[in-house]
């Protein structure tokens, strides 16, 4: 009689004991690491706050894309006139070098960019376009051009680990 009890006890013993043996018990898998995240379809405003080149208009609002790799560094920002190739950081902030990104009445825009930073819901970053007005057709006195972007995210947010 003993005998036949013993493989019931043991399988009593494993039910009441599964972390004993190392199992038995419901475990959860980890949760996959959540990777940046900020490539889609945004509603861009660019806000001009400084503008000695005499423009009329103070705000422009532009679709604009991000294109960009779940976990990558690299991204590219299409303004809806210049693909601007970026890094980001893990932390959102994100950097595009100075580049030469068309002309104002004929005269050559050099752009720098500053303060990038994804979030969730966007992105903001500041833009200083220096115009050299002797480029131009008729030449002009140099000027320059500094707007706020803002970026407001469509479909689903970015993702800022």
């Not at 038995?24 to 959540?34: D, F, M, N």
């Not at 009445?105 to 303060?115: A, H, K, L, Y």
């Not at 000027?143 to 972007?149: D, L, N, R």
Request: hydrophobic share 35%; glycine share 14%; aromatic share 8%.
């Amino acid at each position: 009689m003993i005998r036949r009890r013993r493989p019931a006890l043991v399988a009593l013993a494993l039910s009441v004991f599964p972390a004993c043996g190392g199992g038995g018990g419901a475990s959860s898998a980890p949760s996959p690491p959540r990777l940046l995240g900020v490539g889609g379809s945004y509603v861009l405003t660019k806000t001009v706050g400084d503008d000695t080149c005499g423009s009329a208009a103070t705000a422009f609002t532009f679709p604009a894309t991000v294109t960009h790799s779940p976990g990558a560094f690299a991204f590219v920002l299409n303004d809806s006139f210049n693909d601007l190739a970026g890094t980001v950081n893990t932390d959102g902030t994100f950097s595009i070098p100075s580049r030469r990104t068309g002309t104002h009445e004929g005269g050559t825009v050099q752009s720098t960019f500053d303060m990038g930073r994804f979030t969730s819901a966007g992105f903001d970053l500041r833009a200083r376009h220096d115009v050299d007005g002797s480029t131009g057709t008729p030449p002009y006195p140099s000027c320059h051009i500094v707007e706020s972007w803002h970026g407001l995210k469509q479909g689903s947010p970015n993702v800022i680990p």
